[in-house]
């Protein structure tokens, strides 16, 4: 792995951890107020649904800016979202800063996101760009786990400022890391040739390679949301208390790490497409378990396959838009996918629990099961229809980069 790829994986650890924890004190302060659970379900759509809005065009414009200007105007987008909260007191102005640092936040982290995971595949090699995906992974792994139990400690000891400054810090520090460390080390374009026609924003679902993997990731985010929203509602109905639910949640979390570091020996073995099927299969059995057990050991074991599950996919899901992307398209294919996903995390969580009201949370895990194993049945036959596709993109790209070997020497 190269020194810029370390510097940009660790600059996304870092970003990440000031947007997770500015997002969990806005939602705890505004609780603290008093505010219904209508708002601050509000509070967190705005996080996804406004991103949601700009992503295709937002990936488009990265394509043709380079990767420069982007990341240096999302951070300093993340920066103003931070400070809001800060200078405007919750109990002095009510929850309209809130509501907006949640809606600003979420659009610049938008943009850092999508730069830096088409730069990790645009720095590293055909061969080890499933494994760089994977270190990626692993850092969003770790800074899901740290900001909240850091803004949750800040907030019991020292308060609610304590917490904004935290990510004011961490967005800050990354501020200046970039410009002073990383911004020159970074191409200033992507060296593929320009689109100059589209048919439209939706363009590239009409084309198969490119549709099966948006279908996937789609399919992966709502098994994510599921476990997020479903597993407090199912634990708290058959009378776990919240730190049992809390660490069910953690033990998933920890498992997501867990098998991203093992993606490089995964990774030898198996094709992304046969990773994602198997991921799939695998979350369809773990969902199917989940109403058997009411013991929390139990459910404990059966989170942490399923994280197991959903923590293999995305390496895999990112190498697949790099490799059957069209040349000079891969951000705006990168931008339709966040699009979805963040459809997926305004949408669901109002869908899954109107749901879980008529027919019980037990009841959803059942049908979601369903869903993944018809949908591991497709990624199976994607694999057949992209396999040999995928085989000439890499022979072609180690032909490439030995060739630019030879003019350089």
């Known amino acids: 792995m190269s020194p810029t790829i370390i510097k940009v994986i660790l600059l996304t650890v870092v970003v990440q951890i000031g947007c997770v924890s500015n997002r969990v004190s806005c939602s705890l302060d505004a609780l603290y107020e008093q505010a219904s659970a209508l708002e601050v379900g509000i509070m967190m759509a705005l996080f996804a649904f406004v991103p949601a809005l700009f992503a295709i065009r937002s990936g488009q414009w990265i394509d043709s ?8 105007i999302g951070i300093a987008i993340m920066s103003v979202a931070a400070f809001l909260p800060l200078a405007f007191d919750v109990k002095t102005f009510g929850l309209w800063p809130l509501f907006a640092a949640c809606m600003i936040n979420g659009l ?7 730069t830096n995971q088409q730069l990790v595949g645009h720095l590293s090699k055909a061969e080890s760009r ?74 590239l679902m009409g084309i198969p390679h490119v549709r099966n993997v948006l279908i996937a990731s789609s399919f992966m985010s709502m098994a994510w949301d599921l476990q997020s929203f479903m597993i407090p509602v199912y634990g708290t109905e058959i009378g776990l ?40 299969a695998l979350g369809a059995a773990s969902y199917a378990l989940f109403p058997i057990f009411n013991n929390f050991y139990m459910l404990s074991a059966v989170a ?26 891969t951000g705006e294919a ?76």
Request: glycine letters at 10%; hydrophobic letters at 45%.
């Open 304 to 329: 942490f396959l399923l994280g197991m599950a959903l923590g293999s996919s995305q390496p895999n899901v990112m190498s697949l838009i790099h490799t059957e992307s069209p040349p000079g398209r």
């Open 108 to 114: 610049g982290f938008m943009l850092v996101q999508m």
């Open 241 to 280: 208390s919240a730190s049992e639910v809390g660490w069910i949640l953690g033990v998933f979390a920890a498992a997501t790490f867990f098998v991203r570091l093992f993606m490089p020996i995964i990774a030898r073995h198996l094709t992304e497409w046969q990773t994602i099927t198997c991921a799939f």
């Open 130 to 203: 499933t494994n760089n995906f994977a270190f990626l992974a692993m850092g969003y792994s770790a800074a899901n786990l740290s900001a909240p139990i850091a803004s949750g400690y800040l907030i019991d000891h020292l308060g609610f400022q304590s917490a904004y400054t935290l990510a004011l810090s961490a967005v800050v520090l990354g501020l200046l890391a970039f410009i002073l460390f990383i911004r020159s080390k970074l191409p200033s374009s992507w060296n593929r040739p320009k689109v100059v026609k589209r048919k439209g924003n939706f363009e």
């Open 65 to 72: 800016v380079g990767p420069k200007k982007p990341v240096l």
């Open 334 to 409: 990168l931008g339709l996918r966040t699009m979805l996903i963040n459809l997926c995390h305004t949408t669901l969580p109002i869908i899954f629990g109107g749901a879980g009201n008529l027919i019980g949370a037990g009841a959803v895990f059942y049908v979601v099961a369903g869903l993944m194993g018809g949908v591991s049945v497709f990624t199976s036959r994607c694999q057949k229809q992209s396999v040999s596709r995928t085989s000439r993109r890499v022979v072609e790209e180690l032909e490439q980069e030995r060739s630019q070997k030879k003019i350089n020497q």
